[in-house]
Antibody, heavy 114, light 108 residues
Framework: EIQLVESGGGFIQPGGSLRLSCAVSGFTVSNNHVTWVRQAPGKGLEWVSVIYDSGDTNYADSVKDRFTVSRDSSDNTVFLQMDSLRAEDTAAYFC????????WGQGTPVTVSS | QAVVTQEPSLTVSPGGTVTLTCDSRIGSVTSRHHPYWFQQKPGQAPRTLISDTSNRQSWTPARFSGSLLGGKAALTLSGARPEDEAYYYCFLSFSGSWVFGGGTRLTV
């Protein structure tokens, strides 16, 4: 069974940092691409970042130069390092794995507020 | 970044057929955009229905189908059921970056 489990969310003040983790079981992150998606309260889905099987990465303009996606193949985990957080980064963050099928985690909430 | 548009809301009668579309402001949607369709019900995480234009996931009911239609990506629901009432989002690739549509609220 393929599962993606996010963790690391929480309450943080503006300007702070958080590191989200996406622990994957059932498929190999280094052979597939994994993307991060967020959803602000009451809003639609917003693409945040992707790490491809090649290791190439890409980011939405809204997070470029503040967020960094990476992976640890030994742990089969994908990370999202979020720096210089702003109030508008408040959202539920989901990781999505793209293999034969495409699988979503349950999300982890991030609240940026003073 | 590219803007991707969807109908804000649609209504379909139980047993009826409805087509949701996904349009790009900067040109026609093609298979090179690798269209995906996701379904989200209140209080739940989204789930994938369609990948790469028309590939159903192993859990996707056969009443859902994906296609390209008149320069747009399309999701057709044939034989709507009450449990299909949800938000539907399309997702397109633009040279390695990705963009979601604004979502369609489907009422059955």
């Amino acid at each position: 069974e393929i599962q993606l489990v996010e963790s690391g969310g929480g309450f943080i003040q503006p300007g702070g940092s958080l590191r989200l983790s996406c622990a994957v079981s059932g498929f190999t992150v280094s052979n597939n691409h994994v993307t991060w998606v967020r959803q602000a309260p009451g809003k639609g889905l917003e693409w945040v970042s992707v790490i491809y099987d090649s290791g190439d990465t890409n980011y939405a303009d809204s997070v470029k130069d503040r967020f960094t996606v990476s992976r640890d193949s030994s742990d089969n985990t994908v990370f999202l390092q979020m720096d210089s957080l702003r109030a508008e980064d408040t959202a539920a963050y989901f990781c999505v794995g793209f293999g034969g099928n495409s699988y979503w985690g349950q999300g982890t909430p991030v609240t940026v507020s003073s | 970044q590219a803007v991707v548009t969807q109908e804000p809301s649609l209504t379909v009668s139980p047993g009826g057929t409805v087509t949701l579309t996904c349009d790009s402001r900067i040109g026609s949607v093609t298979s090179r955009h690798h269209p995906y369709w996701f379904q989200q019900k209140p209080g739940q995480a989204p789930r994938t229905l369609i990948s790469d234009t028309s590939n159903r996931q192993s859990w996707t009911p056969a009443r859902f189908s994906g296609s390209l239609l008149g320069g747009k990506a399309a999701l057709t629901l044939s034989g709507a059921r009450p449990e299909d009432e949800a938000y539907y989002y399309c997702f397109l690739s633009f040279s390695g970056s990705w963009v979601f549509g604004g979502g369609t609220r489907l009422t059955v």
